[in-house]
């Protein structure tokens, strides 16, 4: 990872239309990123078999840890059912009874907590990064490549986004992913964004973080801790070797 100091913030703008809205973060450091042994992808066909118990494909859109974040899209102008969030994608390939693909130990860890608690998780390497990251709305300017793809996009003025600078990581929130911070094979360090609006409470979440780390020690090794960035905490070190900010939350 970059040794420069570097942090992690959410926009007030953010918390001002969502006010108890809350990310938790793990962070990872010094991680192996290797193809799925069986006791994990079996992990993975356990929590799309425990959404298919809890979920329905025809009143998906209705339940409430689904209906929050279609209407926290719709208020910055997404169309609900065009963009969905990842963890609405996801549920509906498992309610058609497709299989999720195992990628990668990392990528496979944050698909099974985002399936068993039915919130967004996503990772990115932040061993590419080398400026502070942040969630806020988009001015339009900013550049988004996204994965697959190498044309540039800009985002709508307004649309929340996860930004490097003023290069896009996610667009729509929890959308979609660009190419530069992809999890791949070579990748040491990352941050997993485990997201919670209500209904979901905030000690879920950290719940759902402790989960992330304890599969990451035991499938890829390294170390980790998580930090809660809300309203009355909004910004974090994501730097390994510093202390954390006064009034920090720490997770470990």
Known sequence: MNPKELYYAIDNRVFERHPDYARGVVLAYGVANKPSPQELTGLLRAAEASVRERLNLETLAEHPRIASWREAYRAFGAKPGKFNPSMENMSRRVLRNDEIPSISTLVD????????????????????VSQDIELRPATGSEEFVPFGS??????????????????????RW??????????????????????????????EIEEACREVMDLVARFCGGRSRFEII?????????????PRLPGMNAGD
């Open 109 to 128: 860890i944050g698909n099974i907590v985002s399936l068993r608690h039915v919130i967004p998780v996503g990772g990115h390497a932040i061993d590419l």
């Open 150 to 171: 190498d044309q540039v996009e800009n985002p709508l003025p307004g649309e929340i986004v996860f930004v490097e600078g003023n290069r896009v990581l996610t667009r």
């Open 174 to 203: 929890t959308w979609r992913q660009a190419n530069h911070t992809l999890v791949m094979p070579t990748t040491t360090a990352l941050e997993f964004n485990v997201d919670g609006l209500p209904p979901v409470p905030k000690p």
């Open 230 to 242: 809300t309203r009355e905490n909004p910004k974090i070190r994501i730097s390994e070797s510093t």
